[in-house]
């Protein structure tokens, strides 16, 4: 039987190392490709039993890869099953719709796979129609005549039937000895422990009590170990005691530090608000840069920490282009996101967090975006993203574009104090202030 034959296409080689080897366990065999273009210049010469595909590549992604697969009639017979880190029902309808069997996600399970290879018809089907060993009896051991195989006797040997019924008759008896042997003797140890003292009969001379024998060698550590472990109780609840006022302490020392720091922060943001909180409308444009007739810019601020594109931003985002659709705006809308120069403290072992705003920023253990530079394309770029700007130019046939755009953190709004004479909380305040996902809107 000839192997099956799969293709994997994504620009990440650990992605397409980890599900290669999850199909060649099933003795599939995998080609690769990194990006689209080479998958279709693989496709003129090679046809594959699937394609795997994935959905943010550099260049053409996965969803026009899939659509120009389709539109050829040599491939278009070719299972696609796209797979994403990012989930969206909207991503899976366009999927679905451009011709993909479905979506898989980069976190697969072997299972999920098992079920996709049975979808994409790569697995054999392993029913067997054999029949089967086991056979009905009746309730006296005999197999009814229509269930009985050919050339079997239909009953059990009379003489065999006979010992086995008195062998399990001796077993039942001895186990029933057994269990009411076991609970007489528990009943009767139970009824001696719980046995009242008889009183003494009337008219009888009460006699006298008998001294209490002195605590005997056996009896006497019971009383140290009590003493001991009392001991040990007072001293974990006086240690536990203790840490708790030490906590509490703590507590309320980084809580006054955290509001010193907040108003010094504060106090250095208000220099700078003025550049970081431009209206679309009415947004200068940057030093050095040339100002375009009928474009408008929105500046939206961007803490350390956070991807540019996060939920919050995205639906600042998606608000700003339904007013610019209901105004009937036409053109490009370009998203560039600048990252920020922080004054941090930390190591890359341990990771980089804010400097204290009192620190002098010449003694910052690292001046950069550690965060930013770790991003991944789906994180700068996510699905919501691609499906905001896929919806925006199907509602207005192309009259407005999302574009994304990468900027260098070497464009500045506010400039960055001299790091001798400055405190990190004054760079860091110049940092936000750069940090930033600015939304230029340039009318045709």
Same mark, same amino acid.
């Given at each position: 039987m000839t192997a099956k034959r799969a293709l994997v296409v994504d620009d990440s080689k650990s992605a397409r190392v980890v599900l290669s080897r999850m199909l060649e366990k099933y003795g599939i065999e995998v080609d690769t490709a990194d990006s689209a273009e080479t998958a279709l @210049?693989?496709? =003129?010469?090679?046809?594959?039993?699937?394609?795997?595909?994935?959905?943010? %590549?550099?260049?053409?992604?996965?969803?026009?890869?899939v659509k120009l697969i389709k539109a050829d009639p040599a491939t278009a017979t070719i299972p696609i099953m796209m797979y994403t880190s990012q989930e969206g029902e909207l991503y899976v309808g366009q999927a679905r719709a451009l011709g993909a069997m479905g979506v898989l996600p980069k976190s697969v399970r072997p299972i999920d796979v098992t079920k996709v290879l049975y979808q994409l018809g790569l697995l054999p089907d392993r029913r067997d129609f054999a029949r089967s060993v086991l056979q009905p009896v009746d309730e006296n051991g005999t197999m009814p005549a229509e269930a009985a195989?050919?050339?079997e006797p239909l009953?059990?040997?009379? &003489?065999? #039937? /006979? %010992?086995? +019924? !008195?062998?399990? =008759?001796?077993?039942?008896?001895?186990?029933? #000895?057994?269990v009411v042997a076991s609970l007489d003797s528990h009943a009767q140890r139970l009824v001696a422990e719980l046995r009242p003292r008889e009183p003494a009969e009337p008219g009888s001379a009460e006699a006298p009590a008998a001294p209490m024998p002195p605590p005997s060698?056996?009896?006497?550590p019971w009383g140290w170990v009590a003493a001991a472990v009392l001991l040990v109780g007072l001293v974990m609840v006086g240690l536990l005691y203790w840490q708790s006022l030490d906590t509490a302490r703590r507590v309320d020392e980084a809580r006054a530090r955290l509001e010193a720091e907040? !108003? @010094?922060l504060r106090g250095a943001l208000d220099r700078v608000r003025a550049a970081a909180n431009v209206p679309l409308a009415s947004a200068p444009p940057e030093a050095g840069s040339a100002a375009q007739p009928g474009s408008r810019r929105q500046v939206l601020p961007v803490p350390y920490g956070e991807a540019?594109?996060?939920?919050?931003?995205? +639906? $600042?985002? #998606?608000?700003?282009?339904? /007013?610019?659709?209901?105004?009937?705006?036409?053109?490009?809308? &370009?998203?560039?996101t600048v990252p920020g120069v922080f004054c941090l403290t930390g190591d890359a072992e341990g990771g980089y967090s804010l400097a204290e705003? /009192?620190?002098? $920023? *010449? &003694?910052?253990?690292? #001046?950069? *975006?550690?965060?930013?530079?770790?991003?991944?394309?789906?994180?700068r770029q996510p699905v919501a993203f691609a499906n905001l700007a896929s919806s925006l130019r199907g509602r207005t046939e192309g009259g407005i574009e999302l574009v994304l755009a990468q900027g260098s953190a070497d464009r500045v709004v506010v400039a960055y104090p001299e790091s001798?004479? $400055?405190? !990190? /909380?004054?760079? *860091?305040?110049?940092a936000q202030a750069n940090s930033r996902v600015e939304v230029t809107a340039q009318g045709r």
């Open positions: @210049e693989y496709l =003129k010469s090679a046809r594959p039993d699937a394609i795997f595909m994935d959905h943010l %590549m550099p260049g053409i992604d996965g969803l026009e890869a195989p050919a050339g009953a059990m040997d009379p &003489r065999m #039937r /006979g %010992m086995i +019924e !008195a062998l399990l =008759k001796e077993q039942s008896l001895e186990l029933r #000895r057994f060698a056996a009896g006497a907040s !108003a @010094e540019p594109l996060a939920p919050a931003r995205l +639906e $600042a985002l #998606r608000a700003l282009v339904a /007013g610019l659709e209901q105004d009937g705006f036409s053109g490009t809308v &370009r998203v560039e705003p /009192g620190l002098p $920023a *010449n &003694r910052c253990d690292l #001046r950069g *975006n550690p965060y930013d530079e770790s991003l991944t394309g789906a994180a001798a004479s $400055a405190t !990190a /909380g004054e760079w *860091n305040a110049a």
